[in-house]
Structure formats: structure tokens, C-alpha cells
């Protein structure tokens, strides 16, 4: 798991999911085909993060972006497409979202019918961007944008916690400490 995706699936521990990083969907040969991706291999998902309490799946897409030009939102999408498949394309979407929700429920992960919903988590938002229309944008899709100033606040928040023995979680307290 890389750093960034270390940091949000610690964030998302906290706020009561169970995380699983790198998370692989076993598509079948059919719906490889049904993708227009016929030899594709399993298709992978950044963070599967899983809310017990509400049998509740979260997919999360992490594009941290922090020393690049940031994730870009103009004309009602999202730029470029190929870096936002699951955002995009709907038939590969609907394809990864029920064969994850049988691969979950099979394997005793949660119970059946678990509602699945799509998030971005990004570390930097480009300056061009129109957030007022990349939040609408997610809202009115049922998604979730857990942008920069998500993932500020709740690493700001870590600040007057208990201590714990997580890379990430260290790392934050250690940038901001109070001296």
C-alpha cells in the first residue's frame, strides 16, 4: 500500500470501517468481455473499506496528486478519464460493484445485500477546479469526495488523541505537534 493510501485507510479505521488495501476482484471471463477488457487481470481497488454497523461497502479510489497539478474536474467530469475508470465508465462499474458484493457476501465478509458506494480520496484538488461543481457532481452520483481538506481536517483532528502504533497515524502527530 503506498503512503498515501496508508494515511486514508488509517482515517477510515477511525471513523469505524474495517479496511482492506489492494483489494482484488475476481471478475470472470465474461464480464472481462462485458468490460471490453477480455484478458484484463483481477481488477484491483485501491481500499475496500467495510461499515459493519450499516452493512455498508465503501470503494475508494486514492489519487494523492500532491506535488502534481492535482485532480482535475472540468466540463461535469472528471480529467482525464483513464485515470478515473470507476468514476466514467458505468457498465465497469455496475460489472466490479456486483461481482465485489458476491465475492464479499461468499466469503462471509458481510452479510447479503451490502449497499456499495463509490469514493475519491485525493490529497490535492487541482487549482482550476470548480469544487463547488466536483462536489455537486459527487453528491447527485451517490459518491463520496474525500478531498484535501477532508483528509486535513481529520489528520488535524488526530492531534489530541491517544497515541497509536501506526506509520501514518505517527506521522501526523509528529507534524503537528504542538511545541
Not at 464480464?31 to 465503501?58: F, H, Q, T
Not at 460493484?97 to 445485500?113: D, G, M
Request: glycine share 4%; with cysteine; proline share 5%.
Amino acid at each position: 500500500m503506498d503512503a498515501f493510501e496508508s494515511i486514508i485507510a488509517m482515517l477510515l479505521q477511525r471513523e469505524g470501517y474495517w479496511v482492506f488495501p489492494r483489494f482484488k476482484v475476481q471478475l470472470t471471463k465474461e464480464e472481462k468481455r462485458n468490460i471490453g477488457r477480455p484478458s484484463a487481470p483481477r481488477w484491483e481497488l485501491d481500499i475496500v473499506a467495510y461499515l459493519g454497523a450499516e452493512n455498508k461497502v465503501l470503494i475508494v479510489e486514492c489519487k494523492s496528486y500532491i506535488d502534481s497539478y492535482g485532480v482535475f474536474f472540468q466540463d461535469g467530469t472528471l480529467r482525464p478519464p483513464t485515470n478515473y475508470k470507476l468514476f466514467t465508465e458505468p457498465v465497469l462499474r455496475e460489472v466490479v460493484f456486483h461481482r465485489l458484493r458476491e465475492q464479499l457476501v461468499e466469503s462471509n465478509a458481510c452479510p447479503p445485500k451490502p449497499t456499495i458506494q463509490l469514493a475519491l480520496a485525493t490529497g490535492k484538488i487541482a487549482n482550476k477546479t470548480d469544487r463547488v461543481a466536483m462536489n455537486d457532481y459527487f453528491e447527485n452520483n451517490n459518491w463520496i469526495l474525500l478531498d484535501d481538506k477532508w483528509v486535513q481536517e481529520k489528520l488535524t483532528g488526530l492531534q489530541d488523541t491517544a497515541y497509536e502504533n501506526d506509520i501514518a497515524y505517527v506521522a501526523a502527530k509528529l507534524a503537528l505537534r504542538k511545541t
